[in-house]
């Protein structure tokens, strides 16, 4: 058979897997007409697009949640004062005399590789905070300041969402 001929199945073969469809094989091998060595290199195109679909497949049996569950974060508190959680969505601390008013920032972080972002910042003169859980992680800064501003006492805690209200936390 011809060498372009030969070309032009192949060429049409790598476009049809190109185009993410399989092709007409039957066709293809019948217009080769017998030829050993033509069909072996059609053939080796069509495992081409055997191992892109063997590809697609694994990557289609990775859900978003086990993705998820993996990158999932523990929430941590740092800091030199004790923050418990209460309820659903509170947090709460032990009041210090000292302390005339608490500085609550909020920031959020919209997935596991960009930063936290300030969402709100609130001035507190009671030791808790609700606060807005969703399915992204929040860092809570807490400052409690003394009447003439001096910081007293800080806590960060940083991971939490609805998700993992009830997990450990982490202390570091």
């Known amino acids: ?37 033509a069909l072996a290199r059609l053939d080796r195109v069509l ?10 497949q694994k990557a289609s049996d990775t859900t978003v949640s086990d993705t998820r569950s993996k990158l999932r974060t523990r929430p941590s508190l740092t800091g030199d004062m004790d923050v418990r959680r209460v309820g659903e969505a509170r947090l709460e601390w032990d009041a210090v005399p000292a302390v005339a008013e608490w500085e609550v920032r909020i920031s959020e972080r919209r997935d596991q590789r960009s930063d936290y972002a300030l969402v709100d910042t609130r001035v507190a003169a009671e030791p808790w905070v609700e606060l807005p859980l969703g399915e992204r992680p929040l860092r809570i800064n807490i400052v409690g300041r003394s009447g003439g501003g001096r910081l007293v006492r800080r806590a960060l805690v940083s991971g939490l969402a609805r998700e993992n209200w009830s997990d450990r936390w982490q202390r570091r």
């Open 1 to 37: 058979m011809a060498e372009r001929a030969v070309d032009a199945v192949l060429a049409e073969a790598r476009a049809e897997i190109a185009a993410g469809r399989y092709p007409d094989v039957i066709e293809l091998r019948a217009r080769l007409a017998g030829d050993t060595e």
């Open 47 to 56: 495992s081409v697009h055997r191992a892109k679909a063997r590809v697609a």
